[in-house]
């Protein structure tokens, strides 16, 4: 793994942000911890070698994360750890790389989450985007691949995009560098508490399900006041998940 | 905390899951569907005029069609072989000039100028530091090409169609589909083609992967195949399509090596490693034109200089013991004598001779080796002029010079296609070995994918042997 930076283009505003400083794989002494999780293929590896100055190989296959790669970056004099969680389509199954991505995410608890999805295929990438947000509500929807995008004649209202999903979302083409530095503004905002965001939570349950989650979260939340997740926590419970239940029972999850 | 509290909420969410019924999971995915489709309803524009969309399906009817898409994929190996062994040539005399022909004569100038001792100089010059310079020498050009030439088509995203095309065949085997990206990985290397077995979460399929990897020919067999192939195979026709013919007889070793992976996949998924075979979504990837010199760069450090680091840790000690063998005498004859003449009766039963049993023993750190210690070796046997002296590891420039001492050395077509299965078929080198078990954590394992191959490779060349000479 090569750790060495360009010079020039640390320095370089039109590639960074302003006080950015790629750390590459040292990531002691970090103040935030960012989880990176998106479907395979969206260019999450691309994004964390952008963010970190770190020259990872990305591969164009699915599945190319095989082991939890972790780098960092100094923003305006905070440090942060990169996690490059492996590339999931959902949270609910038990498969290995699932389960890696789902366990980060509640017990790693980030600081910020970033979403990497592909902005040709929004919808199907929605799926886990909606999971997520129902785990943590400090996360930023990266649309990634806006110039294979453009290039399909895909146009995206990002602002509304946003509004309805109640998190920023920044569109970038990481392969290009392009949206980057505002990807980075954005994690520290919501990083040091200056964004705070009302994710969107799934609607239009049937009723009985429903009414079942809500007698679960009043439970859940006169035992636990601070979780952020109840009603996700509640999804797993009825569902029957042991994993959490077993969370619950060793108070892993506060 | 209360634990009393927690109870109660488990079970009333065991209550709870009675009474909504058995399609929660089900309800749940279908609401988040159609949330997800409602959010992008009034977000997302997609103009009709979809045409690119139309260029990678056009393109994937024909890769990864029933008529096209194996002859493509076997004319992009083709092809990338044979940029290899064109595009290795000149850099490989370069750096084998630089290293061999200048920098080892001034090494021994200057061992004799501070009056090292002789055996500490055979010891060091032409023993540990000729293996080294050797495997750099011969190993750095085909590796800096192959590997970038592979990653470029892999950040095209040629390689999902590969494991598309193969899917069917691995299934039939037992084995998993992504076992084809693996087998590809193998023909660089097989240690970096045993890591990529990572992504196959099924341990039972993972394990069958890293077991077959070896029959992946690697890069340290390609020379010895080609050279082989040259001077015995391409010998048989016409001038003018001599190294053509020779190029089909290695890929047919390579192909060889695909029916055996499949072989022994489906045996042992019959056998010792039973189980359904796992399905998975591979989702084909848009073709994306690869950025060409961050590629080059990643490939480079990533892959080509980690594997050529380990060959060289492992092809030091293995200089040391050649010049070793050859220089410690026992009675009147060398150590490397006595071993090759115990050997030569089992040599010619596989078609063999001790010079080449030998040769893959000691060369067992790296494949590389092996054509330079069977030349040394049977230089010495033979007694012929030629070479550099007791124990020193040479290559000849011109492969007329090669041929004249392996005919010398009683070699024969038998001898050479033998050679050529042999080196498709033997243990995997150290750094291999090494590597599986790193990600096996299983000595058991480790064991039974060293010596199952040797295994093969004796039965193959056995039987070749005995029908040859019935049939000649």
Redesign the interface.
């Known amino acids: 793994m090569e750790t060495k930076l360009n010079s020039t283009c640390e320095t370089c505003t039109h590639f960074n942000a302003n006080g950015l400083k790629k750390l590459g794989i040292h990531t002691h002494n970090f103040d935030f911890v960012v989880a990176l999780a998106g479907n395979p293929n969206t260019g999450k590896s691309t994004v964390f070698n952008a963010l970190t100055g770190l020259k990872q190989h990305t591969g164009n296959w699915p599945g190319k994360t095989v082991i939890r790669a972790e780098g960092g970056f100094e923003y305006k004099t905070r440090k942060y750890k990169l996690v490059d969680l492996p590339g999931t389509y959902s949270l609910l199954s038990t498969s290995e790389d699932e389960e890696a991505a789902r366990n980060f995410l509640l017990f790693g608890k980030p600081n910020v989450t970033v979403i990497v999805v592909d902005a040709n295929r929004l919808e199907r990438n929605l799926n886990l985007v909606l999971q997520i947000l129902e785990i943590t509500d400090k996360a930023v929807l990266c649309l990634n691949l806006m110039d294979e995008a453009k290039r399909n004649h895909v146009s995206i209202d990002v602002r509304t995009l946003s509004r309805n999903l109640g998190i920023p979302v920044v569109p970038t083409s990481a392969r290009f560098n392009q949206g980057i530095p505002e990807l980075i503004h954005t994690i520290s905002e919501i990083a040091n508490g200056t964004l705070v965001c009302k994710p969107y939570r799934i609607q239009n349950i049937p009723q009985n399900i429903e009414k079942a989650i809500k007698v679960l979260v009043t439970e859940i939340k006169k035992e636990f006041p601070h979780i952020p997740n109840s009603r996700w926590i509640a999804f797993r419970l009825l569902e029957g998940d042991t994993h959490i239940i077993n969370a619950l029972r060793s108070g892993e999850l506060v | ?3 009393k ?2 109870d ?3 079970e ?3 209550e ?2 009675w ?2 019924g058995d399609d ?2 089900d ?3 279908e ?7 409602n ?2 309803k ?6 009709n ?5 139309q260029l990678d399906s056009k393109i994937d009817q024909i890769v990864t069609s029933k008529s096209f898409g194996f002859p493509i994929m076997f004319l992009i190996l083709g092809l990338v072989l044979w940029l290899t062994i064109i595009g290795a040539n000149y850099p490989s005399s370069l750096l084998a000039n630089l290293l061999l022909d200048t920098i080892y004569p001034s090494l021994k100038s200057l061992a004799l100028n501070i009056g090292m001792p002789w055996w500490l100089t055979g010891f060091l010059i032409d023993g540990v530091y000729l293996a080294v310079a050797w495997v750099i020498a011969v190993m750095l050009p085909p590796m800096a090409i192959f590997f970038p030439l592979f ?1 470029l088509l ?4 040629y ?2 169609r590969v ?1 598309f095309n193969l899917d069917a065949l691995f299934k039939k085997s037992g084995a998993h589909g ?1 076992q084809a ?1 693996t087998m590809s990985m193998g023909f660089g290397c097989n240690a970096a083609g045993v890591i ?1 077995t ?2 196959i ?1 099924s341990p039972r399929e993972r394990l069958i992967a890293i077991l077959t990897n070896n029959f992946s020919l690697c890069n340290g067999r390609w020379p010895t195949q080609i050279l082989i192939a040259t001077i015995f195979i391409g010998a048989l026709v016409p001038k003018s399509v001599s190294s053509l013919v020779a190029l089909f007889a290695v890929i047919g070793i390579a192909v060889l090596g695909m029916v055996f992976m499949f072989g022994v996949s489906w045996a042992l998924s019959k056998t010792v490693l039973k189980g359904e075979v796992s399905t998975f ?3 084909l ?4 034109p ?2 060409f010199w ?1 590629t080059l ?3 480079l ?3 080509t200089l980690i594997v050529l680091w380990r060959a060289i840790v492992f092809a030091a000690p293995a200089g040391a013991v050649i010049w070793l063998i050859s220089n410690i005498n026992i009675g009147n004859e060398s150590l490397a004598i006595w071993i090759i003449q115990s050997f030569d009766g089992f040599g010619f039963l596989l078609g063999l001779n001790g010079v080449i049993l030998l040769a893959y023993i000691v060369a067992i750190p790296a494949n590389e080796i092996v054509i330079p210690t069977i030349l040394m070796l049977t230089v010495m046997v033979t007694g012929i002029a030629g070479g550099e002296g007791t124990g020193v590891l040479f290559e000849l420039d011109s492969i007329t010079d090669t041929a004249h001492i392996l005919k010398a050395g009683g070699w024969t077509l038998l001898t050479a296609i033998n050679l050529m299965l042999f080196s498709l078929l033997h243990n995997p080198c150290s750094t291999t070995i090494y590597t599986i078990y790193k990600e096996t954590k299983s000595v058991k394992w480790t064991a039974f994918a060293s010596i199952m191959p040797i295994i093969i490779g004796f039965i193959v060349t056995f039987l070749v042997a005995q029908f040859w000479r019935l049939l000649a």
């Open positions: 905390m209360n634990q509290n927690i109660h909420i488990i009333l969410s065991n709870l899951r009474q909504i929660f999971h309800t749940l995915t609401s988040m569907y159609a949330n997800a489709s959010i992008v009034n977000t997302v524009q997609n103009d005029s979809k045409k690119r969309f990653t892999e950040d095209f995203g390689l999902p494991a992504k990206l990529a990572r992504i979460d979504n591979l989702e990837p848009p073709y994306r690869p950025r961050k760069y990643t490939s450090i990533d892959r």
